[in-house]
């Protein structure tokens, strides 16, 4: 009986934490459209580090939890004071990695997209470019390009597509999975207790409102790709016409030119050694 009681207990912690992230996933694409929408925003800011809400949560309760053990093994036993200690230091550790990772992964350099070519090239008008300059400026047009062929997700907010972004992105099927793990344990406490039947209700509840959750997040994480990629052909039509103007006022390769240069500083040096 007691340990299914913390096999009960583990599961519902891990729901708790799958389904903040739910939360978060769903609310920050809700956030990040609405401000495209506006036109208040130019880039999805938040909701691709949606993750750091539950995991900043997450690394708060361990290091809470590490400091009370601890605590609590220092002032027992003078014997347990090394244990203490490694504890302590093990707390501090996991906090320090987990805030080193969200910083590295906040605060890094954005990707290329067509919103910081086409800024470069704002910044770069009047200025005559080389051709290299402007051959390359279309290399990374096209890389961008490929890449967002192969992330090009399905365009309609349907019911079949929504189930298909789910399958292919299974970090919405984490809190459903545990949901349905809560759910069988509570059968199993169930059949051994029968007063205990709210606790099945309770599992059944989990169950559907993650499953809701799944799908909404789903969809508007849908909504928010087509605004990005709605918003992305905007900044490509611009970038395409700057890219036609520099083009045509760049400095152009001379055929040979090269060559004959050389030719000609030939030719100097060999009358300043007659000389």
Excluded at 1 to 14: I, K, R
Excluded at 69 to 74: I, K
Excluded at 187 to 213: G, K, N, P, Q, Y
């Amino acid at each position: 009986m007691e340990s299914s009681w913390t096999v009960l207990s583990f599961l519902v912690a891990v729901w708790l934490i799958a389904f903040s992230a739910q939360l978060a996933d769903f609310a920050t694409a809700r956030f990040d459209h609405l401000r495209l929408a506006r036109g208040v925003r130019t880039r999805v800011r938040l909701h691709p580090v949606a993750w750091v809400v539950p995991v900043a949560g997450l690394a708060f309760v361990v290091t809470a939890v590490g400091i009370d053990w601890s605590a609590r093994m220092f002032f027992a036993e003078q014997t347990q004071f090394p244990a203490a200690v490694l504890i302590a230091l093990s707390t501090v550790a996991i906090a320090v990695a987990v805030v080193a990772i969200i910083a590295v992964v906040v605060v890094r350099p954005p990707a290329d997209s067509y919103r910081l070519m086409r800024d470069e090239l704002i910044e770069l008008a009047g200025v005559r470019m080389h051709q290299d300059q402007v051959d390359e400026f279309h290399a990374r047009v096209s890389a961008i390009d490929a890449a967002s062929k192969e992330r090009r997700m399905p365009d309609s907010v349907t019911v079949p597509a929504t189930l298909q972004l789910i399958l292919r992105t299974p970090h919405w099927l984490i809190a459903p999975v545990v949901s349905l793990a809560v759910a069988i344990s509570a059968i199993v406490e169930v059949v051994s207790d029968s007063s205990r039947l709210w606790m099945l209700a309770l599992a059944l509840l989990t169950l559907v409102i993650s499953v809701s959750f799944a799908i909404a997040a789903a969809r508007a994480s849908m909504v928010l790709r087509a605004a990005v990629r709605s918003t992305q052909d905007v900044y490509r039509g611009e970038l395409v016409g700057l890219l036609f103007e520099a083009e045509r006022s760049s400095k152009k390769r001379v055929a040979g030119l090269g060559d004959r240069v050389a030719r000609a500083l030939s030719i100097l040096r060999e009358q300043q050694a007659a000389q």
